[in-house]
C-alpha cells in the first residue's frame, strides 16, 4: 500500500559527471536519501537562507569555526583575535 502525501513529486532525469555523483554518494550516509538531499539544496536555492559556504561572509565562516567542537585551539585563539579587531 503506497503512503498517501500531500507533497507531489516528479521524477526528474539530469546529466552528472560520474565523479561528481561517486564524491556525492560518499557523502550520504547509509540511510539518507540522495533524492531528499538534492530537493533540500534545491529548495535552499531557491528559498534563500544562505546557509552555502560561499554565500557567507569571511566573518561568518570564522565565527562558524570557533564555535566547532573540533576546532584547534590555536586556530580558535587566532581566529578570536581576528574576529576581535574587525567590526
Not at 13 to 35: M, Q, T, Y
Not at 55 to 69: G, N, P, V, Y
Request: charge should be positive.
Amino acid at each position: 500500500m503506497k503512503r498517501r502525501t500531500k507533497v507531489h513529486a516528479r521524477p526528474i532525469h539530469v546529466n552528472v559527471p560520474i565523479s561528481l555523483l561517486n564524491d556525492f554518494d560518499a557523502e550520504l550516509g547509509f540511510k539518507e536519501s540522495r533524492s531528499k538531499l538534492i530537493c533540500s539544496l534545491m529548495a535552499e536555492r531557491v528559498y534563500g537562507g544562505g546557509t552555502f559556504v560561499r554565500d557567507a561572509s569571511s566573518r561568518r565562516l570564522m565565527a562558524a569555526l570557533t564555535a566547532r567542537e573540533d576546532t584547534d585551539e590555536t586556530l580558535r585563539s587566532l581566529l578570536l583575535q581576528i574576529l576581535a579587531k574587525t567590526p
